[in-house]
C-alpha cells in the first residue's frame, strides 16, 4: 500500500501520527506494567499501618492508573481512524 | 566550613567517628520481623518506579511520532518524580542514610575539573542561545 502514494507528495520531517509495529509492541507492555504497579501499590496500600505510607502507595496507584488511559488512548480505533484519514487516505481500503 | 550549621534542618547527625557522621532522621516504628513490613512495602515500590523508568526511557527513545513521544515523556517523567516522592517518604521515616563527602575532597575535584574547562573545544563556553538547536529544554 505504501507503493500507492502520489510520488508529488511532500517530504515530511517527522513520521505521520501513525503507530509503528515496535509502537503497538511498546504500548502493549507499558500497559501491562502500568497495571501490574497500579494494583501493587493499592495493594500494598490496604496492607500499611502508616498512614503516610498508605498514602503515597494510593498516589502511585493513581498515577498508575492515569498514566494506563494515556497510553491505551494510542490504541484507541478513534484516534487511529483519525490519524490514517490525515495521513493516509489511501492506507484503509 | 564543616561544623554543624543545622543546615539539615531537624536531621539528626550521628557522629559514630569524628570523621564519618550521617545524615538521616530517627527511625519511624515499623515491625521488624519475617512479615513484609510497611519499610519493605515502600522499599517494593520505589524498586518498582525504578524498574519503570528504565521501561519507559527505552520506550520514549523508541516512539515513532511526536504525539507518542509526548505523552511517552511525559510519563517517564511523572514516574521519575514518584520514585524521587517515594525516596523523599523513605528519608523522612529514617529508613534511608546518607554519608557526606568531605569537603576537602569535593574542593579537590572542584578545583580539579575547573582546571578541565580550559579544554572546551567550543568558543561558546557553556552559555546557550536563545533559540539554539541544544538550549535548555524543560519537560
Known amino acids: 500500500m505504501y507503493r500507492n502514494q502520489p510520488a508529488q507528495q511532500q517530504r515530511r520531517s517527522q513520521p505521520p501520527p501513525i503507530l509503528s509495529t515496535k ?24 496492607q500499611c499501618s502508616d498512614n503516610q505510607v498508605k498514602y503515597q502507595a494510593e498516589q502511585l496507584c493513581q498515577m498508575h492508573q492515569r498514566h494506563y488511559n494515556i497510553l491505551l488512548n494510542h490504541l484507541s480505533t478513534d484516534r487511529q481512524q483519525q490519524y490514517a484519514d490525515q495521513s493516509y487516505p489511501h492506507f484503509h481500503n | 566550613m564543616n561544623s554543624n550549621r543545622g543546615s539539615y534542618g531537624s536531621y539528626q547527625q550521628h557522629y559514630s567517628g569524628s570523621s564519618s557522621p550521617t545524615i538521616k532522621n530517627p527511625s519511624a516504628p515499623f ?109
Open chain 2, 31 to 139: 515491625e521488624k520481623g519475617p512479615e513484609f513490613n510497611d519499610r519493605d512495602r515502600l522499599n517494593d515500590l520505589l524498586a518498582t518506579e525504578k524498574w519503570l523508568t528504565d521501561g519507559f526511557n527505552v520506550f520514549v527513545r523508541e516512539t515513532s511520532h511526536q504525539d507518542l513521544y509526548n505523552d511517552v515523556l511525559h510519563i517517564l517523567n511523572e514516574t521519575h518524580h514518584a520514585c524521587r516522592d517515594v525516596f523523599n517518604l523513605m528519608f523522612e521515616k529514617g529508613w534511608y542514610s546518607l554519608h557526606p563527602e568531605q569537603p576537602s575532597h569535593v574542593e579537590e575535584h572542584y578545583q580539579k575539573y575547573s582546571g578541565y574547562q580550559s579544554q572546551f573545544p567550543s568558543q561558546n563556553t557553556g552559555q546557550y542561545q536563545t533559540g539554539g538547536m541544544y538550549s535548555p529544554r524543560d519537560y
Open chain 1, 23 to 46: 509502537d503497538d509492541a511498546y504500548l502493549t507492555d507499558a500497559l501491562s506494567w502500568e497495571l501490574l504497579a497500579a494494583k501493587k501499590a493499592h495493594s500494598f496500600a490496604s
